[in-house]
């Protein structure tokens, strides 16, 4: 069965700094994996997306993440927050094949502190 | 605008009584999700569909119907609710193909039962 583990329910950054969200996953076979992000009162939105192509994978907002699989890690960051990444982000994994379920992690809410 | 709609946005309801979330999307995506967001659960899937015709069990059934009548409708009903009930829902959809494009989602329907 394939899991995410999300580090960090809730996040705080000061606006320019460096913004790190952790997540680790678990799945029997090479995944697909993804970041959302979600603001207030709106659906999912995704921010990128790994499918086995190059290991860094950029997204939307200058966001970025890198599969590590010798860590099982797909650790989202961005060099420089801004007030507007202030959301709840979360890490998912799918198996490629079959009808490709995807498994959502619990979530970490991000704080850009001014 | 393209996309995926869910029907009502909010809607309170009494314990027992029923009701039907409806979820559109106009982008002809062969596979429908319905899941429920929870604090501090992240999002479990309900159930979801492959196409038209067809319905498979998530991971939270329970308490749960679903229907696909048509390719771009995914309705989702309540046949008693209970205050267990309570929670946020979201209506996601995919395009099938081999590499896994990642889900659209809806902005959710907010469903309070007392």
Redesign the interface.
Known sequence: AQSVTQLG?HVSVSEGALVLLRCNYSSSVPP?L?W?VQYP??????LL?Y?SAATLVKGINGFEAEFKKSETSFHLTKPSAHMRDAAEY?CAV?D?GG?????????TKLQVIP | NAGVTQTPKFRVLKTGQSMTLLCAQDMNHEYMYWYRQDPGMGLRLIHYSVGEGTTAKGEVPDGYNVSRLKKQNFLLGLESAAPSQTSVYFCASRLLGRDNYGYTFGSGTRLTVV
């Open positions: 329910s697909y993804f959302y009162n709106q659906g999912l939105q995704l997306k499918t979360f799918s490629p009808y490709q379920k995807v498994t959502f992690g619990t979530g």
